[in-house]
């Protein structure tokens, strides 16, 4: 997860944390000068990983939409 989280912070306009947890996070960046979010969340099953990020975006996400998908990943079983 420490490369995920390496890889959130280069990312172009990143502007922090807004959440930590154990398997995941969720992060603010600037993208064309308005707020936009993303979140990664690693589950590991049988010995695997699977991970969960917002992925590609052609327009900003809002904090309670990748509060929302960011809850949904943490259901994956």
Known sequence: M???????????????????????FIYKFKKENADDYGFYYLLIKDNQPIEFETGLNY??????????????????R
């Open 59 to 76: 327009s900003p996400y809002t904090l309670e939409q990748v509060k929302k998908i960011y809850q949904a990943a943490k259901t994956a």
């Open 2 to 24: 420490e490369i995920a989280r390496l890889s959130a912070t280069e990312s172009e306009g990143f502007d922090g944390f807004v959440s930590e947890e154990e398997f995941g």
